[in-house]
């Protein structure tokens, strides 16, 4: 009875050309986006100029994206390979990934893919820029994302040490009042009371004031009342 291969041990070629070819869709999307609008100001055809340029998007995303999960599980293609011929698989890494790795791998995809679509794409003058602006690409957006995934993983901890400790987190909203430049402002319970003893007060001062108005004209106008009443009535004078 044979055993299959562990899937952890062995990669698959098509499974490198599938998540390649997703991530390539993915990048499909801005690329139209930007070729729609590139065209619509600059030419006369701004269907075909981001038809043009989504299949552009695709073919870098589809090729930078293979070379890369081709580089990170090299020891699963080769096992593959091993197991066309019959040859023995090699061990698994003891281990995902590291910083360097991923740097590395981004690095050197962002190479391959401006040398190889830089020629096809721009001709042998653009094979030298491409490939040194494509790398460069890849290593600053290998570290971008690097530092924006262990920015989350930190706070995910420091929310998880707080809510062990019964302490709330602050939400976006909080921290966008607590800025300087913030027109809201963040209260306590205690202040949100003092404030609202404060409003009632002004609110019960101005009632006085209104009813010390209200009893004022009342007065005057029984005070005129009083002086109609005990003014004489003088005679009607005959003709």
């Not at 299949?55 to 020891?75: D, E, K």
């Not at 679509?117 to 602006?133: D, E, Q």
Request: glycine share 8%; hydrophobic share 40%.
């Amino acid at each position: 009875m044979s055993t299959s291969p562990d899937q952890t041990v062995v990669t698959h070629p098509l499974h490198v050309a599938k998540k390649g070819a997703l991530m390539g869709v993915g990048c499909t999307i801005p690329g139209l986006l930007i070729g729609a609008t590139y065209g619509t100001l600059r030419t006369q055809t701004p269907v075909l100029f981001s038809l043009v340029s989504g299949a552009q998007w695709f073919a870098l995303g589809t090729t930078f994206f293979s070379i890369r999960t081709s580089i990170l599980n090299s020891t699963g293609l080769r096992n593959w390979w091993n197991i066309t011929r019959g040859a023995p698989l090699l061990p698994a890494p003891d281990h995902d990934p590291s910083h360097s790795d991923r740097i590395r791998a981004s690095t050197i995809s962002g190479a391959a893919t401006g040398f190889s679509l830089g020629f096809l794409f721009r001709g042998p003058r653009n094979v030298i820029p491409g490939t040194i602006m494509f790398s460069l690409f890849g290593f600053g957006g290998q570290h971008a994302y690097e530092w924006l995934d262990a920015r989350k993983s930190g706070k995910a901890r420091e929310q998880m040490a707080m809510k062990e400790r019964g302490e709330v987190g602050e939400t976006f909203m909080q921290r966008i009042a607590k800025s300087k430049w913030s027109p809201m402002k963040v209260l306590s319970d205690e202040e949100y009371e003092e404030m609202m003893r404060e409003r009632i007060l002004k609110v019960d001062v101005e009632i006085a004031l209104l009813k010390d108005s209200i009893e004022a004209l009342k007065k005057e106008k029984e005070d005129e009342d009083k002086k109609r009443t005990a003014a004489p009535i003088e005679p009607q004078q005959r003709k």
